[in-house]
C-alpha cells in the first residue's frame, strides 16, 4: 500500500539534519521503498510504499518512528520532539453512553468519550492543508480530527452527533443476512450475515464498523454534541465485510492489518484535544474503556547464531540488541526479548527478528556470494518475442494498446464464466472470457473524440476448465482488435498484413484469419479476437544471407484498384510469381479499395533495364487482371 507522508508533518515528531533526498534514500535502505519526493507548496511529499505486514508503519508516527533508527545508521542526527499525548481530564459527568456488545470478540477494546458545546466550522488553514496533501478532503473542523489522527497516528476513529443516537445506545452485533444500512457517501448498502455493526436504542443501524459511518447518525452545522470514539475490531472480520462489500476505505485497510492496542487511549486524548482547541467543545462523560481482551505479552527467544546464519555475517551480539532496543524490542532476560505494542500483529517467529535486525544493519552491507551449481535449461519460449513484433506492428498502424481487468462484470461474459466469490464490487464480479467486451466499452467511451478509433489487447481470458497439475483455470492468451470508423476491407488488409509480418505460410494465415472473422458490432464499429499461441505456432524469424549483388534495382510505386472479396496474400502471390526479376514486394497504402504497393526489380545477371521493368509490370497487369484486379490510372 502506498502512503503520502508530507515532510513538515514529519517535522512534528523529529527533527535532524537529513534533507528529504537523504531521508528517502535511509527509508527505501533499510525500511520502505520511497517511490518519488512531490513539491507542493514549499512542502516535500514522500509516496511511500509501505510492505503488507507493516500496519504500523501507515502513520506519521510510524514512519517516524523508522526514521529514528534509520538516520542515525546513515550518519545523520535525528531526535524525537513530539511530546506525548495529553492526559484525559473529565470536567462533567452529564451525558452517558450504554454500550452492549454482544460477541466480545468481535472489538477487543472500545473507547468513547461525549463532548459538548461543539461549534461546528472549518478547521485552520495548517490541518486543511495536511489533509489534502495526503489526498483527504476536509469536512469541518470535528470530522477532519478523525481523519488527522488515522494518518497521524495510524488509528481510524469515528464521530457521532450524540443526539442522533437515540435512547443514547449502542448495542455492537454481527448483522444478518439481508439488513441495509445507508452509509455516509448516500450509499444503501444490502449487507451479508456476519458484519460488525452497531445498532441504536431505536433498532437503527448507525455504524458500519471500522469500514463507513452511517447516514442517520452524521455530523453537520447543527451538531452541538458529539461522540468521540475509538475501537480495536477483528481485523479478519473487518477484511471479509469490506471485500464482500466492494468498499475499500482508509479506515479498513488499517483495521484489517491490526491497530495499536496500546495506542487507543492516546489517540483518543490527542483527538479530544484537538477538538477542544477547534471547536471549543468541552468534555461532558467519563472515558468509557471497555477492554474485552487483556492482551498477554508476547516473548521471543533471540539465537544469536540463527541471525548470524541468516544474515551470512557476524553481526556482535551487542550490536544485535542495540539495533532491537532502537526498534522499541525490549529485552526482558538473556535471550527473550517483548515485541512492542505497534509491531504485535507481524512479529511472530525468531525469523521475523531476523529480518529486522538484518534490514537495520543493512542488506547492501551483506556479502556478494555468486549462486553455485548448473543453471538449468528450459524449453526456448519466443512467446515474448512474438508478442512484442504484434504489438509494435499494431502500434505503426495506429492502434492505441490497452489493458483492461482481468476482473468484469455479469453483463461481459457468457455463462461459463467464473464467478468471483469475494468480488471488489459488482462490475468485477468475473473472470472475463474475451477480451472484446471491455475493449467495446473503451471505445464507447472515447468515442467522442475521434472519428477513428483503434484498440487492442493482448491478455489472457479464464476458461471454465482447470488444468490438473495446478487446478487453476485454462488461461489461453488472446488479441482482441476493435475499431470505430475503419473499413472492413482496411481491417482485413491490416490482418493479413499482420500474418504476412510474422511470417506465416499463405494457407496457414488463411486459416487462422478464417477462424478469426471480422465482427460487425453496429455504429461502424468491428471486432476480432485471434488465439495469440495458434498465431505464432507457425511464426518464422529465420532469416536467409543473400551476397549483396554488383547489378542495379528498380523501385516503383504501383496503385490497383482491388475488387470485394480480393484479398491482399492473393495479390502478392500472383505479383511475385509473375516474374523471378521481381525481388521485393512491400505493402505501403490502402484508400478504400485501393490497394498501393512498393515493388523492386533485380536481375542478378545483368544491369536491370527500364525495358525489362516495362515487360515485366505488362505480365503483372495482365495476371491481376484474372481476379479484376486493375492498375489505377
Known amino acids: 500500500m502506498n502512503i503520502s507522508i508530507p515532510y513538515s508533518w514529519l517535522k512534528d515528531y523529529i527533527k535532524t539534519d537529513a534533507k528529504p533526498e537523504a531521508i528517502a534514500e535511509a527509508l527505501?535502505?533499510?525500511?520502505?521503498?520511497?517511490?518519488?519526493?512531490?513539491?507542493?507548496?514549499?512542502?516535500?511529499?514522500?509516496?511511500?510504499?509501505?510492505?503488507?505486514?507493516?500496519?504500523?508503519?501507515?502513520?506519521?508516527?510510524?514512519v517516524a518512528r523508522e526514521l529514528m533508527v534509520v538516520l542515525p545508521r546513515q550518519g545523520f542526527k535525528c531526535e524525537w520532539v513530539k511530546e506525548n499525548a495529553p492526559k484525559f481530564e473529565t470536567k462533567e459527568n452529564k451525558d452517558t453512553i450504554e454500550v452492549s456488545i454482544s460477541d466480545k470478540t468481535l472489538v477487543p477494546r472500545f473507547s468513547a468519550v461525549v463532548m459538548d458545546n461543539v461549534k461546528y466550522g472549518q478547521s485552520p488553514k495548517i490541518v486543511r492543508s495536511r489533509l489534502e496533501k495526503v489526498g483527504i478532503r476536509p469536512l469541518g473542523n470535528v470530522i477532519d480530527v478523525t481523519n488527522y489522527m488515522m494518518v497521524d497516528r495510524?488509528?481510524?476513529?469515528?464521530?457521532?452527533?450524540?443526539?442522533?443516537?437515540?435512547?443514547?445506545?449502542?448495542?455492537?452485533?454481527?448483522?444478518?443476512?439481508?439488513?441495509?444500512?445507508?452509509t455516509l457517501d448516500g450509499v444503501e448498502r444490502k449487507l451479508p450475515a456476519g458484519v460488525i455493526v452497531i445498532e441504536d436504542g431505536d433498532g437503527r443501524l448507525i455504524d458500519l464498523c471500522g469500514i463507513m459511518g452511517a447516514k442517520?447518525?452524521?455530523?453537520?452545522?447543527?451538531?452541538?454534541?458529539?461522540?468521540?470514539f475509538v475501537q480495536v475490531y477483528d481485523p479478519v472480520k473487518i477484511r471479509k465485510a469490506s471485500m464482500s462489500l466492494g468498499?475499500?476505505?482508509?479506515?479498513?485497510?488499517?483495521?484489517?492489518?491490526?491497530?495499536?492496542?496500546?495506542?487507543?487511549?492516546?489517540?483518543?486524548?490527542?483527538?479530544?484535544?484537538?477538538?477542544?482547541?477547534?471547536?471549543?467543545?468541552?468534555?461532558?462523560?467519563?472515558?468509557?474503556?471497555?477492554?474485552?481482551?487483556?492482551?498477554?505479552?508476547?516473548?521471543?527467544?533471540?539465537?544469536?547464531?540463527?541471525?548470524?546464519?541468516?544474515?551470512?555475517?557476524?553481526?556482535?551480539?551487542?550490536?544485535?540488541?542495540?539495533?532491537?532496543?532502537?526498534?522499541?524490542?525490549?529485552?526482558?532476560?538473556?535471550?527473550?526479548?517483548?515485541?512492542?505494542?505497534?509491531?504485535?500483529?507481524?512479529?511472530?517467529?525468531?525469523?521475523?527478528?531476523?529480518?529486522?535486525?538484518?534490514?537495520?544493519?543493512?542488506?547492501?552491507?551483506?556479502?556478494?556470494?555468486?549462486l553455485s551449481g548448473e543453471i538449468p535449461l528450459k524449453k526456448k519460449d519466443n512467446s515474448f518475442y512474438w508478442e512484442k513484433v504484434i504489438k509494435y506492428f499494431l502500434k505503426y498502424n495506429g492502434f492505441f494498446e490497452c489493458y483492461t481487468y482481468s476482473a468484469t462484470s455479469v453483463k461481459n461474459v457468457d455463462e461459463s464464466a467464473l464467478k468471483i466469490q469475494n468480488p471488489l464490487s459488482e462490475d468485477m464480479s468475473h473472470l472475463k472470457t474475451s477480451l472484446i467486451p471491455q475493449l467495446l466499452e473503451v471505445v464507447e467511451k472515447n468515442s467522442?473524440?475521434?472519428?477513428?478509433?483503434k484498440v487492442f489487447e493482448i491478455a489472457s481470458v479464464y476458461k471454465n476448465s482447470f488444468n490438473d497439475v495446478n487446478k487453476i483455470p485454462d488461461?489461453?492468451?488472446?488479441?482482441?482488435?476493435?475499431?470505430?470508423?475503419?473499413?472492413?476491407?482496411?481491417?482485413?488488409?491490416?490482418?493479413?498484413?499482420?500474418?504476412?509480418?510474422?511470417?506465416?505460410?499463405?494457407?496457414?494465415?488463411?486459416?487462422?484469419?478464417?477462424?478469426?472473422?471480422?465482427?460487425?458490432?453496429?455504429?461502424?464499429?468491428?471486432?476480432?479476437?485471434?488465439?495469440?499461441?495458434?498465431?505464432?505456432?507457425?511464426?518464422?524469424?529465420?532469416?536467409?544471407?543473400?551476397?549483396?549483388?554488383?547489378f542495379n534495382f528498380i523501385k516503383e510505386?504501383?496503385?490497383?484498384?482491388?475488387?470485394?472479396?480480393?484479398?491482399?496474400?492473393?495479390?502478392?502471390?500472383?505479383?511475385?510469381?509473375?516474374?523471378?526479376?521481381?525481388?521485393?514486394?512491400?505493402?505501403?497504402?490502402?484508400?478504400?479499395?485501393?490497394?498501393?504497393?512498393s515493388i523492386e526489380y533485380l536481375d542478378n545477371k545483368k544491369q536491370i533495364s527500364s525495358e525489362d521493368t516495362q515487360e515485366i509490370r505488362k505480365r503483372i497487369f495482365k495476371n491481376l487482371e484474372k481476379i479484376g484486379v486493375t492498375l489505377k490510372v
Open 154 to 182: 495510524g488509528q481510524p476513529m469515528h464521530v457521532f452527533d450524540y443526539d442522533k443516537i437515540l435512547g443514547h445506545k449502542m448495542i455492537v452485533r454481527e448483522s444478518s443476512e439481508g439488513e441495509v444500512i445507508q
Open 475 to 550: 488461461q489461453p492468451i488472446k488479441i482482441g482488435i476493435v475499431t470505430k470508423g475503419v473499413d472492413y476491407k482496411d481491417l482485413r488488409g491490416i490482418l493479413s498484413s499482420l500474418v504476412q509480418n510474422i511470417g506465416l505460410p499463405y494457407e496457414k494465415s488463411e486459416e487462422i484469419l478464417s477462424a478469426s472473422p471480422i465482427k460487425e458490432r453496429g455504429d461502424d464499429v468491428l471486432s476480432v479476437e485471434i488465439d495469440f499461441y495458434s498465431l505464432i505456432e507457425n511464426a518464422t524469424k529465420d532469416r536467409v544471407y543473400t551476397p549483396i549483388t554488383n
Open 247 to 370: 468498499h475499500r476505505t482508509d479506515a479498513a485497510l488499517r483495521f484489517e492489518k491490526g491497530i495499536d492496542y496500546d495506542g487507543v487511549i492516546p489517540a483518543l486524548c490527542e483527538s479530544v484535544s484537538m477538538v477542544e482547541k477547534l471547536s471549543g467543545a468541552t468534555v461532558s462523560s467519563e472515558l468509557i474503556d471497555i477492554v474485552n481482551f487483556e492482551r498477554p505479552e508476547k516473548l521471543i527467544k533471540i539465537d544469536v547464531g540463527r541471525i548470524n546464519k541468516i544474515s551470512g555475517v557476524n553481526i556482535d551480539e551487542n550490536k544485535i540488541f542495540s539495533i532491537l532496543d532502537s526498534l522499541g524490542f525490549e529485552k526482558k532476560d538473556e535471550d527473550l526479548i517483548k515485541i512492542p505494542s505497534w509491531r504485535y500483529e507481524d512479529i511472530d517467529i525468531a525469523e521475523d527478528i531476523a529480518e529486522e535486525v538484518i534490514r537495520i544493519y543493512g542488506y547492501h552491507e551483506l556479502p556478494e556470494v555468486s
Open 557 to 597: 510505386d504501383l496503385t490497383f484498384e482491388v475488387p470485394a472479396g480480393v484479398l491482399y496474400p492473393q495479390i502478392k502471390k500472383i505479383i511475385m510469381d509473375s516474374d523471378e526479376r521481381i525481388d521485393k514486394l512491400e505493402f505501403k497504402d490502402i484508400y478504400n479499395n485501393y490497394l498501393t504497393f
Open 28 to 62: 527505501s535502505l533499510h525500511s520502505f521503498s520511497v517511490e518519488k519526493i512531490t513539491d507542493v507548496d514549499d512542502d516535500n511529499i514522500f509516496e511511500i510504499e509501505v510492505t503488507p505486514n507493516r500496519g504500523d508503519a501507515l502513520s506519521i508516527l510510524g
Open 216 to 228: 442517520n447518525s452524521e455530523v453537520d452545522e447543527n451538531t452541538k454534541k458529539i461522540l468521540l
Open 448 to 453: 467522442g473524440f475521434s472519428e477513428v478509433i
